[in-house]
């Protein structure tokens, strides 16, 4: 059986990383590592089994080192089609954006409806300027950005709060 190992964040989706979140708050060691096989290697729960478990750690922890490399920010990527972007402008996010965004952010479980409020499709593009679909709520694009690359998520997040942070220094 060969087995294919995520070598950067980017290879990991936003998904699996959301199901793996949810089957690591089990107490059971063993579960938890027939899981990540399973989720981030995509190796069915019976062949995991079969694994040796020497391997089997070892591919935990090389999985693990991806896991806790750095994202890059990517102000725009491509996925699924269709060219992304970031929102272009913070400074005019609408309420309804930084509410959904403050709600989704506090849990991983609704990372994927945070991702589809800070990126959408590119409707205009001329060198470095964009503009993005207007947002209709999060709905719209969440199911599809689940498959997005975990590394330009987790760096969104981590923006979204250098900024939210260096806001509330700012402000009185």
């Not at 980017?10 to 399973?38: G, M, P, R």
């Not at 969440?142 to 997040?157: C, H, I, R, W």
Request: glycine share 4%; with cysteine.
């Amino acid at each position: 059986m060969t087995v294919t190992i995520p070598e950067t964040l980017n290879d990991i989706t936003l998904e699996q990383y959301q199901k793996f979140h949810k089957a690591n708050k089990s107490d059971d060691q063993e579960f938890i590592l027939h899981k990540l096989l399973n989720i981030f290697c995509e190796i069915d729960m019976k062949d995991a089994f079969n694994i040796q478990l020497d391997e089997a750690e070892a591919i935990a922890a090389d999985v693990a080192e991806v896991l806790a490399l750095d994202g890059t920010f990517a102000r725009r990527f491509k996925y699924n089609g269709k060219e992304w972007g970031f929102i272009p402008n913070l400074e005019s996010i609408t309420l309804g954006e930084f509410v959904d965004l403050d709600n989704y952010l506090k849990n991983e479980e609704t990372l994927h409806k945070a991702m589809s409020v800070l990126y959408r499709p590119i409707k205009k593009s001329f060198k470095d300027i964009y503009t993005i679909e207007a947002y209709e709520g999060s709905n719209t694009y969440s199911e599809e950005l689940k498959g997005m690359p975990l590394g330009v998520a987790t760096a969104a997040v981590v923006f979204f709060y250098h900024i939210g942070n260096e806001l509330q220094k700012v402000l009185p």
